[in-house]
């Protein structure tokens, strides 16, 4: 493990589901991202939390919806999703001067 | 476990010279593999790509070289510039997967 654990591992929901994706560290870190990696394109940034504040959100349709209670936890709830939302969702975290970013391993969602 | 190395944290490099970093994974299963740059206070930035069915993939100063006898990647910088100074992450995906390496601190210096 990294020290970012992300649960489930893998997820397959249908399209009416509401479902929900975990991201938790304890590496002392207060930034946290939310990734998308589609199959063979590089990884999209989609939310960023510093001290449990939004700063960022690139344009990511509002059937993903984020939340950050706090420096340690990151959730993206996910509701109504399209097939082509199949991807890996990587969560990864970083101190506030960047250096020491870390992923987690991702959750696999398959939407059908 | 780690699947995704790479072995050196930090290298120095004196610009105008080459930057090489390396990465080693040991799942056989990836066949795509990536290599990101990241400034501080910055997301990674994606950088260069290579496919498992090719052994290089070159984008102006960048070169990434791929042995799968050896599963090992490369990443030449050529000629290395001070504003390369970063933190250089190697990714490998597979079909259900994909890892990251725990970075190498690239220095450039002028």
């Known amino acids: 493990e990294t020290g970012v654990t992300q649960t489930p591992r893998h997820l397959v929901m249908g399209m009416t589901n509401k479902k929900s994706l975990k991201c938790e560290q304890h590496?002392?870190?207060?930034?946290m991202y939310w990734y998308k990696q589609s199959a063979k394109k590089p990884l999209e940034l989609m939310f960023v939390?510093?001290?449990?504040?939004?700063?960022e959100n690139n344009s990511v349709p509002s059937r993903f919806s984020p939340e950050c209670p706090n420096s340690s936890h990151l959730f993206l709830h996910l509701h109504t999703l399209q097939p082509e939302d199949s991807a890996l969702y990587l969560c990864?975290?970083?101190?506030?001067?960047?250096?020491?970013?870390?992923f987690g391993s991702g959750t696999r969602l398959t939407v059908v | 476990d780690q699947q995704v190395k790479q072995n050196s944290p930090s290298l120095s490099v004196q610009e105008g010279r080459i930057s090489i970093l390396n990465c080693d994974y040991t799942?056989?299963?990836?066949?795509?593999f990536l290599w990101y740059k990241k400034y501080p206070a910055e997301g990674p930035t994606f950088l260069i790509s290579?496919?498992?069915?090719?052994d290089k993939n070159e984008d102006g100063r960048f070169t990434v070289f791929l042995n799968k006898s050896a599963k090992h990647l490369s990443l030449h910088i050529v000629p290395s510039q001070p504003g390369d100074s970063a933190v250089y992450f190697c990714?490998?995906?597979?079909?259900?997967?994909?890892?990251f390496g725990a970075g190498t601190r690239l220095t450039v210096k002028p």
């Open positions: 990714a490998a995906s597979g079909d259900n997967d994909m890892r």
């Open positions: 590496l002392g870190h207060n930034a």
């Open positions: 290579i496919s498992s069915i090719k």
């Open positions: 990864a975290s970083s101190p506030m001067g960047g250096y020491g970013y870390t």
């Open positions: 799942n056989s299963m990836f066949d795509y």
């Open positions: 939390y510093s001290l449990e504040e939004r700063v």
